[in-house]
């Protein structure tokens, strides 16, 4: 079972440069989302969408974009990527209503230098 | 605004208990509790719906008071397993955004 897949898990990037993180679910999941974790911080959310075609800003949008290109794939892109960028990035998703929790992906561990 | 869990952290020995909180300045109509392992993903552990108790886990049982927008997550005779960071979740009512608690640092010695 593949679950919620994040490519790549690790990367390392140049202050300026940019680059697009990869999200695929497998689980026919409505919502999906993006949140950033720093060192011994907890989750913030970056970005959500609640359906195909849908994304809305969560607390920390600034510096990022997402594409949600269709129900299983939601990308967060870093246009110019800043030191405060360093962070581990979740991909998440869950199903639809209030009871349904997140299952999230393994993570990307984003470095910039 | 995240919910505020307290404490933000704690040390325990094998076989005591711990209670860990979680508070909203929102109205909470359902939470969430995760446990994440250093260098891992969060895992979900269990979910309150409101007016509802809800055990996941064997030793591990939590509440949910909606009129004081808290939920408390009780962990019994705990395991070397059970270190780790607990974070509450929730849907901001209304919207399909999901926000995550402060988190609490578990940590359980032998």
């Known amino acids: 079972n593949a679950g919620v897949t994040q490519t790549p898990k690790f990367q390392v990037l140049k202050t300026g440069q940019s680059m697009t993180l990869q999200c695929a679910q497998d689980?026919?999941?409505?919502?999906m989302y993006w949140y950033r974790q720093d060192p011994g911080m907890g989750l913030r959310l970056i970005y959500y969408s609640a359906s195909e075609g849908t994304t809305d800003k969560g607390e920390v949008p600034n510096g990022y974009n997402v594409s949600r290109l269709n129900k299983r794939e939601f990308s967060l892109r870093l246009e110019s990527a800043a030191p405060s960028q360093t962070s581990v990035y979740f991909c998440?998703?869950?199903?639809?209503?209030?009871?349904?929790?997140?299952?999230f992906g393994d993570g990307t561990r984003l470095s910039i230098l | 605004q995240q919910p505020v869990q307290s404490p933000q952290a704690v040390i325990l020995r094998e076989g005591e208990d711990a209670v860990i909180n979680c508070s909203s300045s929102?109205?909470?109509?359902?939470v969430h509790w995760y446990r994440q392992k250093h260098g891992e993903a969060p895992v979900f552990l269990m979910i309150l719906l409101k007016g509802g108790e809800q055990k996941g886990h064997e030793k591990i049982s939590a509440s949910f008071n909606e009129k004081k927008q808290q939920s408390s997550l009780y962990l019994t005779a705990s395991q070397l397993s059970y270190s780790g960071t607990y974070f509450c979740?929730?849907?901001?009512?209304?919207?399909?955004?999901?926000?995550f608690g402060t988190g609490t640092r578990l940590k359980v010695l032998a």
């Open positions: 929102k109205a909470l109509y359902s």
């Open positions: 998440a998703s869950s199903g639809t209503g209030s009871n349904q929790p997140q299952h």
């Open positions: 689980m026919n999941h409505n919502s």
């Open positions: 979740g929730t849907k901001t009512s209304g919207t399909y955004k999901y926000i």
